[in-house]
């Protein structure tokens, strides 16, 4: 089953996106494809992936899940992105969500789930502000991603990572949980008349002409000539603030982003 989209038609045409498949059923057999990939480009800007969502009572019968294809097109120039992708097992009690290839939830998601399964590459990716409960278990296999998001990365304060409540947790080896680099943003030169090089959040990174200060949230920031770092913040028995951004002085930039969580 496929919902591609199609190749630029010549040099320098974009590539159309991926389409839409939503499949509802009671089982599901075959070892069959599903696929909504993005159209490549020549010279162009290739075509993003599409979505693909599948729930049925009984996937045990089919073998093409874990190659359900979002996957962008190719260019030259600039590739699409993967777009989305997910099957829901609705046998479980709140039933059990499975990712092989990738989900963004939106900022602000509330989803009650049985179990989660996200099987490497596959990634999970958790918008701002979401909250999410496991009845069961959350497993991680293989090289699978769940990432943290954080919201309001621009402000002085009041950001958010995300929640996510589970009865047990299972992360494989090659697996990760991270919020790297989601939380306040670093001093850069495109927000320079916002912030004056400064980093963001309540730590955030100050600068002057010729160097900055590190970002400060459980600890101090590294102080330099720019001034003192600023206080640390937040409660260390139930950490759940934003990390703030690094400086940026004048003539480097930007400042690292913090991380985020929840």
Do not use: C
């Amino acid at each position: 089953i496929s919902a591609n989209g199609a190749d630029g038609n010549g040099v320098e045409q974009g590539g159309g996106s991926g389409g839409s498949i939503w499949i509802t059923t009671d089982q599901i057999t075959g070892d069959g494809l599903l696929e909504a990939q993005g159209g490549d480009a020549l010279n162009a800007g290739a075509g993003s992936g599409g979505r693909i969502a599948v729930k049925a009572r009984d996937l045990a019968g089919f073998t093409g899940a874990p190659f359900t294809s979002t996957a962008g097109g190719a260019s030259n120039s600039t590739t699409g992105t993967t777009g989305t992708s997910f099957f829901l097992d609705t046998s479980v009690p709140n039933n059990h969500l499975l990712i092989y290839e990738r989900l963004v939830l939106p900022e602000q998601s509330q989803f009650t789930w049985g179990e989660v399964t996200v099987i490497g590459p596959g990634k999970l990716v958790l918008g701002g502000a979401s909250k999410i409960q496991v009845t069961g278990r959350t497993e991680l296999f293989g090289a699978a991603q769940l990432v943290f998001q954080g919201i309001s990365p621009t402000a002085g304060a009041g950001g958010q990572g995300g929640i996510w409540e589970t009865l047990s947790l299972f992360v494989d080896t090659q697996a990760r949980i991270s919020a790297d680099g989601q939380g306040y943003l670093g001093g850069s030169r495109e927000r320079a008349a916002a912030s004056n090089g400064a980093g963001f959040g309540p730590g955030g990174g100050v600068a002057n002409n010729s160097t900055s200060t590190g970002g400060s949230y459980g600890g101090l920031g590294g102080s330099t000539a720019a001034g003192a770092a600023k206080a640390s913040y937040g409660n260390p028995l139930e950490p759940t603030e934003l990390g703030s951004g690094g400086g940026m002085n004048n003539d480097w930039g930007p400042g690292g982003n913090g991380g985020a969580g929840g």
